[in-house]
Nanobody, 126 residues
Framework: QLRLVESGGGSVQAGGSLRLSCAAS????????MAWFRQAPGKEREGVAA????????YYADSVKGRFTISQDSARNTLYLQMNTLKPEDTAMYYC???????????????????WGQGTQVTVSS
């Protein structure tokens, strides 16, 4: 059974950077997308970035375009999220997820993903 483990969260000042990692326990071959989601207290979980595993095509929420970069290292079964120019509103628990998404328009929809990590906290102070 596929397991996902996130790491790399922490506390940073506004304008700083962090890189999150998500290690998969095995080849994610049964899935065609991996993605990062985040959830702040009292808010719904929102999609941040997604990557189509076969081609490495990437998709981003408008709120992070130009600041965040999702990437994968297939040889290491690892997903990354490079976060630059962080803002206080980026503060949240960040989760990685894997799924078999039928329509690319759903690639940032949390309910379409079946496998989730436990999350890593990102806190950005002003």
């Amino acid at each position: 059974q596929l397991r996902l483990v996130e790491s790399g969260g922490g506390s940073v000042q506004a304008g700083g950077s962090l890189r999150l990692s998500c290690a998969a326990s095995e080849y994610t071959g049964g899935n065609n997308y991996m993605a990062w989601f985040r959830q702040a207290p009292g808010k719904e979980r929102e999609g941040v970035a997604a990557i189509y595993i076969r081609t490495s095509s990437t998709y981003y929420a408008d709120s992070v375009k130009g600041r965040f970069t999702i990437s994968q290292d297939s040889a290491r079964n690892t997903l990354y999220l490079q976060m630059n120019t962080l803002k206080p509103e980026d503060t949240a628990m960040y989760y990685c997820a894997a799924g078999n998404i039928i329509s690319y328009s759903d690639n940032l929809t949390s309910t379409k993903y079946k496998t989730w990590g436990q999350g890593t906290q990102v806190t950005v102070s002003s």
